[in-house]
T-cell receptor, first 114, second 115 residues
Framework: EDKVVQSPLSLVVHEGDTVTLNCSYE??????LLWYKQEKKAPTFLFML????IEKKSGRLSSILDKKELFSILNITATQTGDSAVYLCAPQADRGSTLGRLYFGRGTQLTVWP | GAVVSQHPSWVICKSGTSVKIECRSLDFQATTMFWYRQFPKQSLMLMATSNEGSKATYEQGVEKDKFLINHASLTLSTLTVTSAHPEDSSFYIC???????????FGPGTRLTVL
């Protein structure tokens, strides 16, 4: 059975702290892994990772994938209150088998206090 | 960036009525669109996958006669909740896959409340 496990489920930090969010997965016909941020509404896209060991960066956020260990992390440095959200990790299957569907974990609820 | 819109953003209806939700990719063509449902404090649950011009593929436990999906063009998919009941009240979200990048972009969601 396909599975996505995110940890921690919940994290409370103060502004300026650095956080690391974890995602382990077991997905048949894995193609890539996507990270999303969800606030009040629908998820917004952060990163798409396809290759192992290549870090993707966007401002204070960065992410990396380990396809051998079936693991990804999302780092946020110098956190701000606006980073408070649920962060979702979503491995994607290849298009041939399931049209590229995403598998979602429960997400990590990040709360940043001022 | 890729934009996906949904309409309406919220809807309140009486039990027994049908509700149609539209999902559009505004600046890209989407061969495949996905429909999700999300209950409070829970993650997204995939309901169905739709390909333009063909029948949708429903996840186990999702009634295809209750949740009608039509994907008539490369930029539009619709979800119709037929004979809605209070237990159908939820947040419905669509996503569309950009053909070039294979990245899924989500619409803003539709909050359905059935009285």
């Amino acid at each position: 059975e396909d599975k996505v496990v995110q940890s921690p489920l919940s994290l409370v930090v103060h502004e300026g702290d650095t956080v690391t969010l974890n995602c382990s997965y077991e997905v048949t016909n894995f193609r890539s892994l996507l990270w999303y941020k969800q606030e009040k509404k629908a998820p917004t896209f952060l990163f798409m990772l396809t290759s192992s060991g290549i870090e993707k960066k966007s401002g204070r956020l960065s992410s990396i994938l380990d396809k051998k260990e079936l693991f990804s992390i999302l780092n946020i440095t110098a956190t701000q209150t606006g980073d408070s959200a649920v962060y979702l990790c979503a491995p994607q299957a290849d298009r041939g088998s399931t049209l590229g569907r995403l598998y979602f974990g429960r997400g990590t609820q990040l709360t940043v206090w001022p | 960036g890729a934009v996906v819109s949904q309409h309406p953003s919220w809807v309140i209806c009486k039990s027994g009525t049908s509700v149609k939700i539209e999902c559009r990719s505004l600046d890209f063509q989407a061969t495949t669109m996905f429909w999700y449902r999300q209950f409070p404090k829970q993650s997204l649950m995939l309901m169905a996958t739709s390909n333009e011009g063909s029948k949708a593929t429903y996840e186990q436990g999702v009634e295809k006669d209750k949740f009608l999906i039509n994907h008539a063009s490369l930029t539009l998919s619709t979800l119709t909740v037929t004979s809605a009941h209070p237990e159908d009240s939820s947040f419905y979200i669509c996503s569309a896959t950009a053909q070039v990048t294979d990245t899924q972009y989500f619409g803003p969601g539709t909050r359905l409340t059935v009285l």
